[in-house]
T-cell receptor, first 116, second 117 residues
Framework: GAVVSQHPSRVICKSGTSVKIECRSLDFQATTMFWYRQFPKQSLMLMATSNEGSKATYEQGVEKDKFLINHASLTLSTLTVTSAHPEDSSFYIC????????????FGPGTRLTVL | AQKVTQAQTEISVVEKEDVTLDCVYETRDTTYYLFWYKQPPSGELVFLIRRNSFDEQNEISGRYSWNFQKSTSSFNFTITASQVVDSAVYFCALSDPWTTNDYKLSFGAGTTVTVRA
């Protein structure tokens, strides 16, 4: 149990386009989902916390208008990178906190974004 | 101030050697949670263990064992008889919900383990 999927696993796009990444909890409900960004050989950096039915809470320094997060259901959160630029190229990882098992996050496989 | 410190950046061992990964944390909460995750080359983080602050019993799961010492704020991880498949980046993480008012994880910088055949 506790499987989280992400789609797509890899995406290459042109500068200026928008990219949407989906995060789904497949076998449990997730009141809270988290979005992270990871640069090569670095740790995970939390971008935002997403609660179902409410606005996301962004970490300091993360642009809300650039990284749009929607958490419309208990099993789906989306991250949209708007007007992507090469510096947005990174590995994006989501996690889901299992409702009722509040302190453990289960991670998706990640999405490798390359902006040309 | 960094909440989770993994002082070892890289460790390289030969197969069948034991390897211990250090993790030191900092929090003012009396109730908190500690985690270890494994990130193999594929990139997906794999949950290994969760420990709450009231449970100081050491734990063993197969070749993995964890040593939680509240007195030194450490939560070390040992892989016994390492195998090539253990090669990965290992992250220690802390959740202190009463301080942060949510369940965000603070990750350490990670330790890259390379097991050579």
């Amino acid at each position: 149990g506790a499987v989280v999927s992400q789609h797509p696993s890899r995406v290459i796009c042109k500068s200026g386009t928008s990219v949407k990444i989906e995060c789904r909890s497949l076998d449990f409900q997730a009141t809270t989902m988290f979005w992270y960004r990871q640069f090569p050989k670095q740790s995970l950096m939390l971008m935002a916390t997403s609660n179902e039915g409410s606005k996301a809470t962004y970490e300091q320094g993360v642009e809300k208008d650039k990284f749009l997060i929607n958490h419309a259901s208990l099993t789906l959160s989306t991250l949209t990178v708007t007007s992507a630029h090469p510096e947005d190229s990174s590995f994006y990882i989501c996690s889901a906190r299992r409702t009722g098992f509040s302190d453990t996050q289960y991670f998706g496989p990640g999405t490798r974004l390359t902006v040309l | 101030a960094q909440k989770v410190t993994q002082a070892q950046t890289e460790i390289s061992v030969v197969e069948k050697e034991d390897v211990t990964l250090d993790c030191v944390y900092e929090t003012r909460d009396t109730t908190y949670y500690l985690f270890w995750y494994k990130q193999p080359p594929s990139g997906e983080l794999v949950f290994l263990i969760r420990r709450n602050s009231f449970d100081e019993q050491n734990e063993i799961s197969g070749r993995y064992s964890w040593n939680f010492q509240k007195s030194t704020s450490s939560f070390n991880f040992t892989i016994t008889a390492s195998q090539v498949v253990d090669s990965a980046v290992y992250f220690c993480a802390l959740s202190d919900p009463w301080t942060t008012n949510d369940y965000k994880l603070s990750f350490g910088a990670g330790t890259t383990v390379t097991v050579r055949a």
